[in-house]
Every structure is written in structure tokens, then in C-alpha cells.
């Protein structure tokens, strides 16, 4: 030392452990699981119930709540992980998620929860089941001329000050247009701002132009997103309504597949 200065040399892995848990408390999940690896003290530090407490929403209290099945949990860490599964709410109507690496929340309306003509008679509709679905049942179109399709979410479920995708979850099995010439399926979606965005796309010919193409995403299993639009939600309050429809009647609708309505934040 020389005049009287000094400088210390502690580092990171000197750090007590609740000093170090308070640090990891202010990244992501994806962060504290990187960072648990550092050393015996910083995974001891990354398991404390105040660091995932602030990694789980704030609501969940309210969240747990709302399950079909009650989900346990002996820690806080744990819970999270399990938030992470899919489970089902609202008497399985609807499914809910929180993405593992940044703790937002993802949902889904099931084809139950939605209001779909004709659905309560099996002339038109029939309801099946699917390995590859959240839900029990599934919506399987047998045959219409008038498909209207109709669903409202509770935005109280979400984050706030974030941004949504809302898609409907469509496969389509055979022959989806019968008896004519078609036309798009219109599609759209009412924001908590009381904004509409609409769109059209033809089901039957995935690429034939149409004005405001409805963006389309392919998932697994053939299963394909058909989005209706983006929110960004400031505030956990309100609702958002969405519908897919066509409802011309010169033509017969059948073969598609409906599991049901997600919203999901953007990355």
C-alpha cells in the first residue's frame, strides 16, 4: 500500500450467499441457471426460494387458483418448473404455460372455450381427441355452409407490458370446400385498446393472393397458426375478442380441425 490507499480484492465467488442470491434475483431464469454453475456456493445461492420468487409472476398466486389439478411444489424453484408444463384451468378450458428461459406466460383458449356454430350438433361438428393437444377434445368439422367461429380472453391471466400473438390452431384433414367456388376465411382481432385488426386467407389454397393476407405459421404434426393479430398488453386488464369465419353460403366448409386459440408473448 503507498500512501495510505488499498484496494480490496474480493471477487464474485467471495460474496456471502444471500448477497449472491439477491444479485441472481434480478436476471432471468435463464441467467440463474447459467450462473448456478459457477461454483458450490452460487448453485446453493440459485436454488433460494427469494431468487425464483421473483422469477415466478406475480400473480400466481391467482394463477394456482384457477388449476384443474393443483400443482405441488416444495420450493419456490420448483413451482416455476412446473409452470413451465402446461396445465390446464378453468374447468380444462383453458391452458396456461410460463416459458422457461424468461418467465413469461403463454395461453390458451381450447375449442370448448370458444363459441363455434352448430358445435352441439354432430351432423355439423364432432369432437374427438388428439395425442398431440393440450386439451381433451378437439373441434373436427364434418360439414357447414356457415363457419363462424368466436372466442374473448380475460387479459388478467397476462403481463403486462408486453407483446402478444393471438393464433388460431387450425389442422385441415381432406377436402375443406365442397360444392362451389370458395372464398377466403376472414379473421380478426379486437385488442383492450378497442382496436381491429382483420384479415383473410384462403384455406384451400394456402398461397392464392388475397388483400390482408392472415400471417400463417406451420407447427408440428401438421398443425398450423393462423394469426390473427398482435397486442401489446400495458396493463393485466381487459379482454381481447377474436373470430374466424366465412359465412358464404354458396359453398360447403368441412375437414378442419380446430384445438383451439393461443396467445403467446413475441420474443
Excluded at 458450490?40 to 445461492?45: G, V
Excluded at 398431440?132 to 403481463?159: H, I, M, N, P
Amino acid at each position: 500500500m503507498e500512501g495510505g490507499n488499498h484496494r480490496s480484492d474480493v471477487g464474485l465467488r467471495d460474496l456471502p450467499e444471500n448477497c449472491i442470491s439477491t444479485i441472481l434475483s434480478f436476471t432471468t431464469p435463464k441467467d440463474v441457471c447459467r450462473l448456478a454453475v459457477v461454483s458450490a456456493l452460487w448453485s446453493s445461492a440459485a436454488n433460494a426460494d427469494t431468487v425464483w420468487e421473483k422469477m415466478l409472476p406475480s400473480h400466481y398466486h391467482y394463477i394456482l387458483s384457477r388449476a384443474v389439478v393443483p400443482l405441488g411444489f416444495s420450493s419456490r424453484k420448483e413451482l416455476y418448473f412446473n409452470l413451465c408444463d402446461s396445465f390446464l384451468i378453468d374447468n380444462g378450458t383453458k391452458a396456461m404455460w410460463v416459458d422457461r428461459s424468461t418467465g413469461q406466460i403463454g395461453c390458451m383458449v381450447s375449442a370448448r372455450g370458444l363459441c363455434i356454430t352448430w358445435s352441439g350438433d354432430n351432423r355439423y361438428w364432432d369432437w374427438v381427441s388428439s395425442d398431440d393437444s393440450r386439451f381433451e377434445q378437439l373441434a373436427k368439422l364434418r360439414l357447414v355452409w356457415w363457419f363462424d367461429v368466436y372466442g374473448r380472453f380475460d387479459c388478467t391471466l397476462l403481463l403486462p407490458n408486453t407483446h402478444y400473438r393471438v393464433s388460431f390452431i387450425v389442422k385441415m384433414e381432406g377436402i375443406i370446400v365442397r360444392y362451389g367456388a370458395s372464398t377466403p376465411f376472414n379473421f380478426c382481432l379486437t385488442t383492450t385498446a378497442g382496436n381491429h385488426i382483420e384479415s383473410a386467407r384462403f384455406l384451400n389454397d394456402l398461397e392464392r393472393p388475397v388483400e390482408n393476407t392472415t400471417p400463417l405459421r406451420h407447427g408440428e404434426n401438421g398443425w398450423m397458426e393462423f394469426v390473427a393479430g398482435e397486442f401489446f398488453l400495458e396493463e393485466s386488464c381487459g379482454e381481447i375478442e377474436f373470430f374466424m369465419k366465412n359465412i358464404d353460403c354458396s359453398f360447403a366448409k368441412r375437414g378442419v380441425l380446430l384445438d383451439g386459440v393461443k396467445i403467446e408473448p413475441m420474443h
